[in-house]
C-alpha cells in the first residue's frame, strides 16, 4: 500500500456531524500546509490528518471541550505524524535527504520565505518546551495547526497580549537556535 493513503481497515474518521466539521477543518488546514511543501512530498493532506484523528481518537477519554481544545489537541498529534514521517524517511535514505519545511519569520506555514528542517524544528521545540512549555505549545498551535495568535491564546487559556508577547520570545529564542543547528 503506498504509504500516502490511509489504511482501509481503519475506516472513516469522523463519527458525528460536528466530528465531520472537525475533520473537514483540519483536512483544509493539513491541505493548505502541505501545499507549500516539495511537489513530490509523500504524505498527502488527508493521510497526515487521518493518522492525526487516529491519534486523537485512540487517546483514552480524552475528548475535547471546544475547537480551540480540538485543534490543540490536533496540533500535538500532526507534529507527531509528521515528525514520525521525517525520521521514517531519513532512516530510509540513511540519515540523508531530511525533509525541509516552510519557517517564515512569522513562524506560520502562510509564508515560503526560508526552509527548516521538521527534526530540527522538532528538537529546538523540545528544547524550548524545557525552558518555557507555554512559548512551546504557542509555537505548535501557530506552525502546525495554523492557529492565528488570537485563537492560540484562547487555547492556552491565556490573554493575547499574554500570548503576543510569549509569540514574540518564542520567535526570537527559534531564530537562534535554527541559526546555530544549520551552523552545524
Known amino acids: 500500500m503506498p504509504e500516502n493513503t490511509p489504511p482501509a ?3 472513516p474518521p469522523p ?3 460536528l466530528d465531520a ?3 473537514a477543518e483540519l483536512r483544509a488546514l493539513a491541505a493548505d500546509f502541505l501545499s507549500r511543501e516539495r511537489s513530490n512530498h509523500t504524505l498527502q493532506p488527508t493521510a497526515l490528518v487521518h493518522e492525526a484523528w487516529l491519534r ?3 487517546q483514552d477519554g480524552s475528548r475535547w471541550t471546544g475547537k480551540a481544545h480540538f485543534f490543540a489537541l490536533a496540533a500535538q498529534a500532526m507534529r507527531r505524524v509528521l515528525v514520525d514521517h ?3 524517511k531519513q532512516a530510509d535514505k540513511r540519515g540523508g535527504g531530511r525533509e525541509p519545511i516552510t519557517l517564515a519569520t512569522e513562524l506560520t506555514p502562510a509564508s515560503e520565505t526560508s526552509q527548516v528542517d521538521v527534526l530540527v524544528l522538532d528538537e529546538a521545540l ?3 518546551g524545557v525552558l518555557d512549555a507555554r512559548q512551546a505549545r504557542l509555537v505548535e498551535l501557530r506552525f502546525f495547526a495554523g492557529l492565528t495568535l488570537e485563537e492560540a491564546a484562547e487555547a492556552l487559556q491565556v490573554s493575547p497580549r499574554t500570548a503576543a508577547t510569549a509569540w514574540r520570545m518564542a520567535r526570537a529564542w527559534l531564530s ?3 541559526a546555530v543547528d544549520g551552523a552545524d
Open 9 to 11: 481497515d481503519q475506516g
Open 15 to 17: 463519527t458525528s456531524d
Open 21 to 23: 466539521q472537525l475533520y
Open 56 to 58: 486523537l481518537s485512540a
Open 86 to 88: 521525517a525520521r521514517r
Open 126 to 128: 523540545a528544547r524550548l
Open 176 to 178: 537562534r537556535e535554527l
